[in-house]
């Protein structure tokens, strides 16, 4: 057997059910590796005690029955859990300790996982290089000089350095496939309305969905049935049938269609992602799809439609922080004073930013001219998907227009951050599954990932032909763990 | 057209969010790149197009209007910023 943290879940699992280990074992491996990983910065609390307690309380009365049983997991802490401290990387809400669990997390606990921290994120996961949490930023296992992407950073970090099996992160933009791509990784954005939101602190609710992150695709089809649940307490779940992706799952893709859109051979694009794109569509032919060129004309739109429907979401989400109900209070004069003086000090430069150009969007005078057309172009973007899946099953892409940055690099220029989300951010647009997987690495051996973009409610055509690719594709993570002293 | 320190002002107003004249100038240079960059959007003409303000394409439930969840009034008032068993306590607003 090899060494508990370089296990995948499907193995763990295995190993706690044939009781070759015990939930505590396993648990004080998870732990004893994090602590030794502090370097990261993967973490913004911590629960390595209760976690302990629950893993021993585990093991006494196990129910080898559940999917995951007596599994540890660290989670984005942007999922409020009960009596756990739960900030979204925000000093607004560095002292905020929920009173009620995420329905998210409440069908992890429900199926055995155990809670070891809460990970870090941008600041209300408004960022792609977890730079913006007022936890400090993260460090990509890959190499200490890269960002681990955003904005579940710390997720991607804490998953790839092997702190955690699994975990589950957000994505508004491409805040899980982006990290993804980073850290050679592999992570899913379930179709709107598949994960309940109820419990996550919200960003842009029109865009939001949780999903899950690990270490190969097979674990994350098994995450998504655990997390994957209709919830009355979120308006927007959506009831359908939903599958038992990790036992439907299979390599077996002959005939399936594939479409390759045209528009995504962006300029200035490095030779790199054109090579590796073009090395996924050979392996993709390689399992026996068929792959189709499409068109996607509305694709160039996508980013700045965003930059107008997430932010204008944000500053209408991000009013109810106003120092009075809970979180971070500031002294004012009067109530007014009290107010602007909390949600300028409580809130970081890109939050500010964001709820600013939301604010102008939806302001009297220029709400049809940027909310309204932003929503119409929506509808655009939307329809292009509809028509390329008359023609095909799902839609191959580079993950990222280049692989992992250095810390700083991106800071002071928010339009050139903003660019990182470009082949990711039309999916969250039309409210699509999409799944990265890492698909090879660049000169300087950091990964890089491809993107497969499914029909809405259609995961387990995506994570079937993520699977056989993988099997191909047979990537190496080359973790050197740099940072363990 | 280009953001300048009058509109700022009148956001920050809006957003509730004190903004120094260092801090105005900085945020009028980003939102005027970003707003540059969102400009794109006017190459579309939209006219005939329908709004989509949701991907969820499903009418809201209706479900009986009853208490799932009594006495949580401690819990409510839990991460109230100053300590207070009864209310939420704000500076006085009424001379």
Request: net charge neutral; glycine share 6%.
């Amino acid at each position: 057997m090899s060494e508990i943290t370089k296990q995948s879940l499907s193995e763990l699992v295995k190993n706690i059910k044939d009781k070759n280990l015990s939930s505590e074992e396993v648990t004080k491996a998870f732990i004893d590796r994090s602590e030794k990983s502090k370097e990261l910065n993967a973490y913004i609390t911590e629960n390595y005690s209760s976690a302990l307690e629950n893993a021993k309380k585990f093991d006494q009365k196990p129910n080898l029955e559940l999917k995951l049983p007596g599994i540890p997991m660290a989670v984005k802490d942007l999922f409020c859990t009960k009596d756990i401290r739960t900030t979204a990387g925000s000093k607004i809400l560095g002292n905020f300790v929920p009173t009620y669990e995420s329905t998210v997390t409440q069908n992890l606990w429900d199926e055995g996982a155990i809670l070891i921290g809460k990970l870090n994120c941008d600041e209300f996961a408004m960022g792609s290089s977890n730079e913006t949490s007022f936890f400090g930023n993260v460090q990509n296992p890959i190499d200490k000089s890269l960002v681990p992407g955003g904005s579940s950073g710390g997720s991607a970090s804490a998953v790839a350095g092997q702190l955690t099996p699994i975990t589950i992160g957000t994505d508004t933009g491409g805040s899980i496939r982006q990290p993804a791509s980073f850290t050679g990784t592999v992570g899913l954005k379930p179709t709107y309305g598949s994960c309940s939101r109820y419990g996550i602190v919200a960003f842009a609710s029109s865009l939001d969905q949780a999903g899950p992150m690990a270490q190969n695709v097979k674990d994350c089809a098994l995450l998504q049935e655990v997390i994957s649940t209709y919830d009355p307490k979120d308006s927007t779940s959506i009831e359908f049938k939903r599958n038992e992706y990790s036992k439907e799952l299979t390599n077996n893709i002959k005939g399936k269609k594939i479409g390759i859109p045209k528009e995504y051979r962006v300029e200035g694009m490095p030779k790199e992602i054109e090579d590796l794109w073009q090395k996924g569509i050979e392996f993709a032919k390689d399992c026996g799809a068929q792959i189709v060129d499409i068109t996607l004309p509305h694709t160039s739109y996508a980013l700045p439609t965003y930059y107008i429907v997430a932010p204008a979401e944000a500053s209408s989400n991000l009013a109810r922080y106003d120092g009075v109900k809970y979180g971070f209070r500031s002294k004012g004069e009067n109530l007014t004073d009290m107010y602007e003086k909390t949600r300028s000090e409580g809130f970081g430069d890109e939050v500010q930013r964001r709820i600013m150009i939301g604010t102008y969007v939806l302001s009297s005078g220029y709400y049809d001219a940027y909310y309204l057309k932003a929503q119409k172009i929506r509808k655009l973007i939307k329809n292009d998907f509809d028509e390329a899946y008359k023609k095909v099953d799902a839609i191959l892409t580079p993950s990222t227009p280049s692989s992992a940055f250095k810390i700083g690099e991106k800071k002071d220029d928010p339009v050139s951050m903003y660019l990182n989300d470009i082949f990711t951010v039309p999916v969250n647009l039309a409210g699509l599954p999409g799944i990265s997987i890492p698909a090879g690495q660049d000169t300087k051996g950091y990964p890089l990932g491809l993107q497969i973009i499914g029909k809405a409610f259609d995961e387990q055509s995506i994570l079937n032909i993520a699977y056989a690719m993988e099997e191909k594709i047979k990537f190496k993570n080359k973790i050197t763990d740099w940072w363990i002293k | 057209m280009s953001i300048d320190l009058k509109i700022i002002k009148h956001i920050s107003k809006l957003s509730r969010i004190s903004v120094d004249e260092q801090k105005a100038h900085k945020l009028a240079d980003d939102l005027n790149s970003i707003f540059k960059f969102i400009e794109k959007l006017n190459e579309l003409k939209t006219d005939n197009v329908e709004p989509l303000t949701s991907v969820a394409e499903t009418t809201l439930k209706l479900r009986t209007d009853e208490v799932k969840s009594k006495d949580i009034r401690d819990q409510i008032i839990k991460n109230s910023p100053q300590d207070n068993e009864d209310y939420f306590v704000v500076p006085k607003v009424i001379e």
